[in-house]
């Protein structure tokens, strides 16, 4: 499935070294935002991509929800984090 949905982020170095990536998805259907927290800085172009790799993964997980046993199969992913606008 392809994403159309359009994606800005800004950067902010925290104390311990690490980088908040702070992310918009511009969707005139379902705008949201989120962080993501990576170990080192990256280019534009790759965080970018990261964070599509995760959404993507993000739905797949959610269209295998069972509906009699609604847990995620998978672990939470504490570096990754979606609310919705």
Same mark, same amino acid.
Do not use: W
């Given at each position: ?20 990536? &702070?992310?918009?998805? !511009?969707?005139? #259907? ?12 990256? =280019? %534009? ?6 964070? &599509?790799?995760?959404? !993507?993964?993000? #739905? ?12 995620? =199969? %998978? ?11």
């Amino acid at each position: 499935m392809e994403t159309t949905e359009k994606i800005s982020i800004t950067t902010k170095t925290l104390s311990s070294g690490n980088c908040q990536v &702070k992310f918009f998805i !511009e969707d005139e #259907r379902k705008p949201q935002y989120g962080y993501l927290l990576m170990t080192e800085a990256k =280019p %534009v172009g790759d965080i970018i991509e990261e964070i &599509k790799s995760r959404l !993507e993964r993000r #739905r797949e997980e959610m269209m295998n929800l069972n509906p009699f046993f609604p847990l995620p =199969p %998978v672990e939470e992913d504490h570096k990754f984090y979606l609310f919705s606008a």
